[in-house]
T-cell receptor
Framework: DTAVSQTPKYLVTQMGNDKSIKCEQN?????MYWYKQDSKKFLKIMFS???????INETVPNRFSPKSPDKAHLNLHINSLELGDSAVYFC?????????????FGDGTRLSIL | DQQVKQNSPSLSVQEGRISILNCDYT??????FLWYKKYPAEGPTFLIS?????DKNEDGRFTVFLNKSAKHLSLHIVPSQPGDSAVYFC??????????????FGKGTKLSVIP
């Protein structure tokens, strides 16, 4: 009964490949997020969707494209992977986008680029 | 440009004593603050929060204090338990328009509670 689940947990791939990370939440939340935690341990927002509509799109390379087929899912597709993309990617959800609702996080996807 | 700063990367405390984790912020638009706890290989989990109109919020062993004039908040854990050993993230929420908000996280403080 995991609330926010993301797959895969680990992803090791070659530079230049295209990969996707999937995220699903069963909390009935309206808002979902993607965060990147880099080697310096900062958790930085990448994207946020509210009811399948993009509301936050931080300065992220165009190689990163989020897709929300429905409000329970927010997938992240990454084209032409680069060494600097190595990080832990966290998916999260919250009841709404008003910021005073706690965000619930998945356990992260550890992406390693060879 | 770190808008949320946790200047202590780590903290060690004896079991049963008080743990105090600190957080400073620079953005006056932040109006809600949250603390998250993170164990290795897991995602952050929400711990406690405080609105900018309050100066204290308590939940069991956890208390968050907010000093708006100093742009400083702290998390007190008393008594500390070995299971509290984790990384603690301070986060602050600010409006980004159209009724939406964005969270900004600090770098985290690793708390070790020694039995």
């Amino acid at each position: 009964d995991t609330a926010v689940s993301q797959t895969p947990k680990y992803l090791v791939t070659q530079m230049g490949n295209d990969k996707s990370i999937k995220c699903e939440q069963n909390l009935g939340h309206d808002t979902m997020y993607w965060y990147k935690q880099d080697s310096k341990k900062f958790l930085k927002i990448m994207f946020s969707y509210n009811n399948k509509e993009l509301i936050i799109n931080e300065t992220v390379p165009n190689r990163f494209s989020p897709k929300s087929p429905d409000k329970a899912h927010l997938n992240l597709h990454i084209n032409s992977l680069e060494l600097g993309d190595s990080a832990v990617y966290f998916c999260a959800s919250s009841q709404d986008s008003r910021g005073h609702q706690p965000q619930h996080f998945g356990d992260g996807t550890r992406l390693s680029i060879l | 440009d770190q808008q949320v700063k946790q200047n202590s990367p780590s903290l060690s405390v004896q079991e049963g004593r008080i743990s105090i984790l600190n957080c400073d912020y620079t953005n006056s638009m932040f109006d809600y603050f949250l603390w998250y706890k993170k164990y290795p290989a897991e995602g952050p989990t929400f711990l406690i929060s405080i609105s900018s109109i309050k100066d204290k919020n308590e939940d069991g062993r956890f208390t968050v204090f907010l000093n708006k004039s100093a742009k400083h908040l702290s998390l007190h854990i008393v008594p500390s338990q070995p299971g509290d050993s984790a990384v603690y993230f301070c986060a602050a929420s600010a409006p980004i328009g159209a009724g939406s908000y964005q969270l900004t996280f600090g770098k985290g403080t690793k708390l070790s509670v020694i039995p």
